[in-house]
């Protein structure tokens, strides 16, 4: 059973910045791609980042050079660092577990980023 536990949501002006961290656990193939998703109320599900366990990194356009996604393979723990927030960035933020080799996906809970104007 794998479990994806996301953490670092919270309320924060525009411009500011958040970092989230989502945990791994369970039994976990080795070569995966780690990342976020996000909602919006009313809207689809849309990627954010995503981070292969190679390293390989891959951005929404909307958050080119304000993101950045890093892993620790070690720890099986994916961070986004989300700098000069803007209210558009407001949703609930999702960490994604995809393994190639299985076509599997594990979803965390969510967790939520408001920017106010």
């Known amino acids: 059973q794998v479990q994806l536990v996301e953490s670092g949501g919270g309320l924060v002006q525009a411009g500011g910045s958040l970092r989230l961290s989502c945990v791994a656990s369970g039994s976990i193939f080795r070569a995966n791609v780690m990342g976020w998703y996000r909602q919006a109320p009313g809207k689809e599900r849309e990627l954010v980042a995503t981070i292969s366990s190679a390293g390989s990194t891959n951005y929404a356009d909307s958050v080119k050079g304000r993101f950045t996604i890093s892993r620790d393979n070690a720890k099986i723990t994916v961070h986004l660092q989300m700098n000069s927030l803007k209210p558009e960035d407001t949703a609930k933020y999702f960490c994604?577990?995809?393994?190639?080799?299985?076509?599997?996906?594990?979803w965390g809970q969510g967790t939520q980023v408001t920017v106010s104007s």
């Open positions: 994604k577990l995809n393994v190639p080799l299985l076509a599997r996906n594990y």
